[in-house]
């Protein structure tokens, strides 16, 4: 599809490894992944990055970076095969990474004066409708004032952290303006509940021209469920 640029929205691992050395394989594949992209893949963190933290191989794939350092000796890369930053700015397009947190769910980020279009990556169901929140098994609202002061700046909203097939949708400010979020859902199947199970997501194509015009298009992604 012709895509420069591989933004993934969190929990990239949570597949049963305990350390990096039965997971090399599975880092050969994000190195192939980073090498077909130039080395353009950005990570947003998501809560299971904290399970086994320095034993997690996102630990390892994100190393070296100034935001999140392992606390216990592991081996380094020269290079980090995926990128963890803040922000990313594309033209006049910026796109924001709201990393997940447990304690500070303050996922606000101003956009620059030159901005025309501004992209929020989160991971976090506190930032979702409660009725998204029902679908994946969570339980909790987050007041409209909560909801406006996040979204308040926002153009699209992507979301990783839920599990379940949500698609296009859209949610409305005490403004009146309408925001849309993409909630594509898991690209694997995690858990045995038929709201899971889904044969395919899917995912956000964004196309940014010279002038930093906007093009979204939705690409099919099997989860190869049948397999």
């Known amino acids: 599809n012709g895509v ?27 190195r192939r992944l980073s090498k077909s992209v130039d080395g353009n893949v950005y990570l947003c963190v998501g809560n299971h990055f904290y399970l086994e933290r320095d034993e997690n191989p996102e630990m390892y794939i994100i190393q070296p970076n100034p935001f999140i350092k392992p606390q216990m000796s592991i081996p ?12 990313l700015k594309i033209g006049t ?18 956009r620059e ?7 929020g990556i989160y991971h976090d169901d506190s930032v979702v409708p409660g ?14 004032a ?9 153009d699209l909203a992507i979301h990783g952290h839920i599990h379940a097939k949500v698609g296009t949708t859209s949610i409305e400010l005490m403004s009146g303006v ?11 199947i995690t858990q045995n509940k038929e709201v899971y199970k889904h044969t395919e997501v899917e995912l956000p194509l964004i196309e940014i021209d010279d002038d930093s015009n906007i093009t979204i298009s939705m690409v099919p992604f099997s989860t190869h469920i049948s397999e």
């Open 146 to 154: 909560y909801i406006n002061k996040i979204y308040a700046n926002i």
């Open 93 to 110: 397009v910026q796109i924001d990474f709201f990393h997940y947190n447990k304690l500070n769910k303050d996922y606000v980020a101003y």
């Open 4 to 30: 420069t640029h591989n933004i993934i929205t969190g929990d990239w691992y949570d597949r049963g490894f305990h350390g990096l050395g039965m997971a090399y394989g599975a880092i050969e594949m994000d």
């Open 113 to 119: 004066p030159d901005t025309t279009y501004h992209i």
């Open 178 to 188: 309408k925001v849309p979020l993409i909630i594509p859902g898991a690209l694997g």
């Open 131 to 144: 009725w998204v929140r029902e679908m994946d098994g969570y339980t909790g609202t987050s007041s409209q």
């Open 76 to 87: 380094v890369p020269e290079e980090p095969i995926f990128k963890l930053v803040d922000k």
